[in-house]
Structure formats: C-alpha cells, structure tokens
C-alpha cells in the first residue's frame, strides 16, 4: 500500500459505514466498496460476495469485467479465496495464484488466465457472523501486501459489515435476506442494461457501467431504476444516448 493519509483513510471508512442514509443503495454502496479497496492497495481489481438466506454466496460487485467473471468462476467450481475466507472468517493473505493448484486446482489456472498473479481474501464479519467476503486480486506474484496493509483492510471489511447489519437493524421492516434477494435480482436487469448501452455505443461493458452508475448519481436515481430504462426504452435517459 502506498502512504495514504489518515484524512483519506478517515473519509474511505466513513462511506464503508455510511448505511444509515434514505433510499439507501445495496448494490452502489457495495460497487463503492470495491472501488475503494481496489485503490486502498493500487490492486488489479476487487470483488465482493454476499451471503444469501441459505447461506450461499452470491456475486454481487466487482471493479471490472473480467473479476465478475473470475468470481462467478470461483462459485461455479465452488473453490478460491472468498469461500474460504467466508468459511472459515480468516482472512486469505499473498497467494500467489501461479503456485496455488494444489490448493485451488481450477480456480487458480483461470484466475492466471485472466492476469492475475496474487490474491488476498478478507471475510465481511461481526464477531462470529460472516456475511460474504471481499477479495483483491494483484497482477504481481506474492506479497502483494505489506503486514501493515492487513489490519486496515480487514478493518474496512468488519466496519462495512457492521454498516450492512446496523442497516438491517434500523430498518426492521426489511430483513437482510430480502434485501439480499432484492439485490441479486437487481443485478440481473443491471447486467443486462451494461450490455445493451455497450453494444448501442460500441463501448466495452466496464465503459458501459462507469456510464451508468456516474448517470444514476448524476440524477438521483437508483442504478436498477436506470438499468431498467435502458432495457425497457432507452430514449428516456437522453444523457446516456449520448457517445
């Protein structure tokens, strides 16, 4: 991790808590979350997966493309970084993916193949409550992280997760798991729009997604509500027609 300021660590943690907002949005707060710890340690990408009401993970964000599909991988095979940090609520430290087949034998190739080299797995915990788990994935070979850096974004991981659980408190009409839910059908349509507006403009999916989440927080809305406009009639959204 480079240095980075106490007053931009201080800002970073704040948003990793901030939940207890009106209109109130899973899916951005989750995508910021990885945003933020992707750049926290300058790493190649980051992905984040939340636990659903049977105790599955589920995929719900990721900084790119190419880390979804490493993710939703790593759920197919049911092997990597994030179930096992998530199942045994240790953090996974400087693997160094080209050496960890033994451990992985079919996450670890694909995640080489995708260009990465290192990965770090932290779980989203409450004391003995594990939620998910985020991962940080390096394009270097090994000891990506300094022994300073672990404390930190393990610290970000346990205050993001006692800002989902202190949502879920306050708002007791909706429990976590319908909100879970309510989540990852959200993800279906948003998926679907990054598709359509990347085709529409010729752009990549990642360009397309930058687009739309910088529109949705532009306007005040909600990135499903947004997502479902550019499926359903995209020439309500003119700022997005736009190349």
Same mark, same amino acid.
């Given at each position: ?7 931009? #660590? ?15 949005? #899973? ?11 992707? *750049? ?22 990721g900084s ?53 080299? *290192? ?12 939620i998910g ?5 390096? *394009? *270097? ?103």
């Open positions: 991790m480079n240095t980075v300021s106490a007053e931009r #660590l201080a800002t970073i943690f704040v948003e990793a808590a901030d939940t207890l907002v009106d209109e109130f949005d #899973l899916l951005e707060f989750l995508h910021m979350l990885t945003d933020r710890a992707r *750049s926290l340690v300058e790493a190649a990408a980051a992905g984040l997966m939340l636990a659903d009401e049977r105790g599955q993970l589920e995929f719900m964000a790119d493309e190419n880390v979804r599909l490493v993710e939703l991988f790593q759920l197919q095979n049911d092997q990597g970084p994030c179930l096992e940090a998530f199942r045994t609520g240790q953090p996974i430290i400087n693997i160094d993916l080209g050496a960890a087949t033994d451990r992985w034998s079919r996450f670890a190739p694909r995640a080489v193949e995708a260009g990465f080299r *290192s990965v770090h797995a932290f779980p989203l915990r409450l004391r003995t409550q594990v788990a985020l991962n940080i994935f390096g *394009s *270097s070979a090994g000891g990506d992280f300094h022994p300073a850096d672990v404390p930190i974004m393990q610290a970000l991981a346990d205050v993001a997760t006692i800002g989902l659980m202190q949502e879920r408190a306050i708002r007791r009409s909706e429990a976590l798991t319908e909100q879970l839910q309510g989540a990852l059908n959200s993800r279906i349509i948003i998926e679907q729009a990054k598709g359509a507006l990347a085709q529409v403009h010729g752009i990549t999916v990642d360009e397309a997604f930058r687009r739309i989440r910088a529109y949705a927080r532009n306007n005040n809305r909600r990135l499903t509500e947004v997502s479902e406009l550019i499926v359903t009639d995209l020439t309500r959204l003119p700022g997005l027609m736009q190349p």
